[in-house]
């Protein structure tokens, strides 16, 4: 019986295709430690804040309204809070800083009214103007004694200071200056979402 050696691979086709399934089972693998070693990482994957580990109550005994008087710990439950803290006058910097919470929280739309801003300053300190936007329920001007306002493991820092504070009266996250808002933006809504699954949980569980 003659061989059909029209049925026979041609020479060199074995060869190509061992060569295309290693790649396709090797190349991925390639691409990753090229990543790894140029230490690349996909932003949209991370957070912008530095997260507190573990996170850490927030004295309210600390921190007083303006006329004197003790902030209720109640005032630091049940909304998100972008904290932001000075040592000393809320000068054009720190005026800055403070727009750009304030332009995060507008940037949330209908989910704005479950975060509040609140700026914290020294006893004693001028009021600022607040960007001519004046204080409301969403806008605090709270204060600090003298022995400042320094949570665990930031005892050295100074000037002006960016936290997010839970619901729960908890300081989760802290922002590194210059402050990127879009970052900002990015968590808070990210943890608004993280929120809502939980609840969506709890309820679930609840039936």
Same mark, same amino acid.
Request: some cysteine; charged content about 25%.
């Given at each position: 019986? %003659?061989?059909?050696? /029209?049925?026979?691979?041609?020479?060199?086709?074995? #060869?190509?295709?061992? $060569?295309?399934?290693?790649?396709? !089972? !090797?190349?991925?693998?390639?691409?990753?430690?090229?990543?790894?070693?140029?230490?690349?990482?996909?932003? /949209? $994957?991370?957070?912008?804040?530095? =997260?507190?580990?573990?996170?850490?109550?927030?004295?309210?005994?600390?921190?007083?309204?303006?006329?004197?008087?003790?902030?209720?710990?109640?005032?630091? #439950?049940?909304?998100?809070? &972008?904290?932001?803290?000075?040592?000393?006058?809320?000068?054009?910097?720190?005026?800055?800083?403070?727009?750009?919470?304030?332009?995060?929280?507008?940037?949330?739309?209908?989910?704005?009214?479950?975060?509040?801003?609140?700026?914290?300053?020294?006893?004693?300190?001028?009021?600022?103007?607040?960007?001519?936007?004046?204080? %409301?329920? /969403? *806008?605090?001007? *709270?204060?600090? +004694?003298?022995? +400042? =306002?320094?949570?665990?493991?930031?005892?050295? /820092?100074?000037?002006?200071?960016?936290?997010?504070?839970?619901?729960?009266?908890?300081? &989760?996250?802290?922002?590194? $200056?210059?402050?990127? +808002?879009?970052?900002? $933006?990015?968590?808070?809504?990210?943890?608004?979402?993280?929120?809502?699954?939980?609840?969506? #949980?709890?309820?679930?569980? +609840?039936?």
């Amino acid at each position: 019986m %003659t061989e059909d050696k /029209s049925l026979a691979p041609a020479p060199g086709r074995g #060869r190509w295709q061992l $060569l295309g399934i290693a790649l396709l !089972f !090797f190349g991925p693998i390639a691409v990753a430690w090229l990543l790894v070693l140029s230490d690349w990482r996909p932003g /949209s $994957l991370g957070n912008h804040g530095q =997260f507190v580990d573990p996170p850490e109550p927030v004295a309210a005994a600390s921190l007083a309204q303006e006329d004197g008087s003790p902030l209720p710990e109640r005032e630091l #439950r049940g909304r998100w809070s &972008m904290m932001l803290v000075a040592d000393g006058p809320c000068d054009e910097a720190c005026q800055s800083v403070l727009d750009t919470l304030v332009r995060v929280r507008v940037a949330l739309n209908h989910e704005a009214d479950r975060v509040q801003t609140l700026l914290v300053l020294p006893e004693g300190a001028e009021r600022p103007a607040l960007n001519g936007l004046g204080e %409301t329920d /969403s *806008l605090r001007l *709270l204060r600090h +004694g003298a022995e +400042g =306002f320094a949570p665990a493991g930031e005892s050295g /820092s100074e000037g002006v200071r960016v936290h997010l504070v839970d619901p729960a009266g908890e300081r &989760m996250m802290a922002y590194p $200056l210059p402050l990127d +808002g879009s970052g900002v $933006l990015s968590d808070v809504r990210r943890l608004l979402r993280a929120t809502d699954r939980e609840a969506e #949980r709890r309820r679930g569980e +609840g039936t």
